[in-house]
T-cell receptor, first 113, second 116 residues
Framework: GENVEQHPSTLSVQEGDSAVIKCTYS??????FPWYKQELGKGPQLIID?????GEKKDQRIAVTLNKTAKHFSLHITETQPEDSAVYFC????????????FGRGTSLIVHP | EAGVVQSPRYKIIEKKQPVAFWCNPI?????LYWYLQNLGQGPELLIR????????DSQLPKDRFSAERLKGVDSTLKIQPAELGDSAVYLC??????????????FGPGTRLTVL
């Protein structure tokens, strides 16, 4: 089955800095890669996703890159704000038939004001 | 629009007792998921429903866990009897799956179970 590794487990930055979270996956059949943000006491919320036919996707301060050859993908947050503090999860899945995402272990992002 | 509703939010029970969690998905969503989330980990799928049919339940410990989704809407996840290792957050999510394309998963707030 799929195995998703996520690094770092904790990331501490100053407000305004950039933050980068990296994930690797093992199943070459995976072609859909969502990223989730989970705030304390809440369920994960989708913030951005990318499919394998795209190398990069951007949405305001958030961007995701995908390297299919190396089987890794990354989340980039620019101009971080204190409200970006949360746990971020990457996931990998196939998009056809059964959609069963395999999640990474999460990165706790702390943005200091 | 209301999001995914789960109840109870918190539950504390003694080991060997039964417990049940309830989930009401977003209206119209045909796919429903139950996940287990241990502290410091990502969610792990327990079971997935498409309408009222359980289509992925290989990760559900069937000796003590059961689930149902009557009429393809609300769902209940039950543990009987509960063990200490079952302490975790149980998340419900729903989506509107398209033709071969994953719909965005919407998660509920979860039920935090503590087994003493």
């Amino acid at each position: 089955g799929e195995n998703v590794e996520q690094h770092p487990s904790t990331l501490s930055v100053q407000e305004g800095d950039s933050a980068v979270i990296k994930c690797t996956y093992s199943d070459s059949a995976s072609n859909y890669f969502p990223w989730y943000k989970q705030e304390l006491g809440k369920g994960p919320q989708l913030i951005i996703d990318i499919r394998s036919n795209v190398g990069e996707k951007k949405d305001q301060r958030i961007a995701v890159t995908l390297n299919k050859t190396a089987k890794h993908f990354s989340l980039h947050i620019t101009e971080t704000q204190p409200e970006d503090s949360a746990v971020y999860f990457c996931a990998a899945s196939t998009s056809g038939g059964s959609y069963i995402p395999t999640f990474g272990r999460g990165t706790s992002l702390i943005v200091h004001p | 629009e209301a999001g995914v509703v789960q109840s109870p939010r918190y539950k504390i029970i003694e080991k060997k007792q039964p417990v049940a969690f309830w989930c009401n998905p977003i209206s119209g969503h045909n796919t429903l998921y139950w996940y287990l989330q241990n502290l410091g980990q990502g969610p792990e799928l327990l079971i997935r429903y498409e309408n009222e049919e359980a289509v992925d339940d290989s990760q559900l410990p069937k000796d003590r866990f059961s689930a149902e989704r009557l009429k393809g809407v609300d769902s209940t996840l039950k543990i009987q009897p509960a063990e200490l290792g079952d302490s975790a957050v149980y998340l419900c999510a729903s989506s509107l799956a398209g033709q071969g394309a994953p719909g965005e998963q919407f998660f509920g707030p979860g039920t935090r179970l503590t087994v003493l």
